[in-house]
């Protein structure tokens, strides 16, 4: 299964139920956190991603399992632009990174990774980047990527604080790519 900060429980709920019960829960959670709606009304897939994207969350993908739906939603301030305010100087565009030499470091949360990444990318989910950023080779070419930019402008700041010379920020980020994706779902 996919991480989630919160699960919400809306098997045997039918349309407009699981849209109302996931609002309720999307109000208690904290911007960038996951919800995982568990629902078997099949309709609440297409219900869901509408809802999301008509308020402004991030509606990550579905699994199936056994007739149950399992539906994650990132929420997004909607007060937040995803306008990034590029602060790293080095940066390049989705489509100069194919075939370069380097690694591409998807710094998404690993819901959003399992649903869709850039085939060979390294997930490094933001807050385990300080923790885990021993892993990579100081002497490679490292493509920071994000769904906007905005999370990569600031994963690329810390690897270049803590010594990394070859790093870039990718941009515009995932919500651009139109190369091949890879799931792990």
């Known amino acids: 299964m996919i ?3 919160v699960q919400l429980d809306a098997k045997g ?12 829960a999307m109000n208690g959670l904290e911007d960038g956190q996951v919800l995982e709606v568990i629902a078997t009304d099949k309709g609440s897939k297409a219900d869901l991603a509408a809802w ?12 199936e399992e056994n007739d149950v739906l399992y539906h994650y939603i990132r929420k997004c301030d909607p ?3 995803d306008a990034v305010e ?5 940066t390049i565009s989705n489509e100069e990174i194919v075939g370069r030499t ?4 998807d710094v998404r949360e690993a819901a959003e990774f399992a649903f869709g990444h850039i085939e060979g990318a390294k997930s490094m989910p933001m807050g385990e980047l300080e ?3 021993k892993e990579l080779d100081m002497d490679q070419e490292i493509y920071v990527i994000c769904r906007t930019g905005t999370r990569s402008d600031m994963a690329a700041q810390q690897l270049a604080d803590a010594g990394f010379t070859k790093v870039y920020n990718v941009l ?8 091949e994706l890879t799931k792990n779902i």
């Not at 380097?102 to 470091?105: D, E, N």
């Not at 515009?172 to 190369?179: F, H, L, Q, R, V």
């Open 3 to 5: 991480k989630a900060d």
């Open 13 to 24: 709920l039918a349309c407009p139920m699981p849209i109302v019960k996931t609002k309720k």
């Open 52 to 63: 999301a994207k008509t308020v402004g969350h991030q509606y990550i993908g579905t699994q």
């Open 79 to 81: 007060g937040k632009s």
């Open 86 to 90: 590029n602060q790293f100087e080095r």
């Open 102 to 105: 380097g690694i591409i470091l």
């Open 131 to 133: 923790a885990r950023m």
């Open 172 to 179: 515009p980020g995932m919500t651009a790519w139109n190369g």
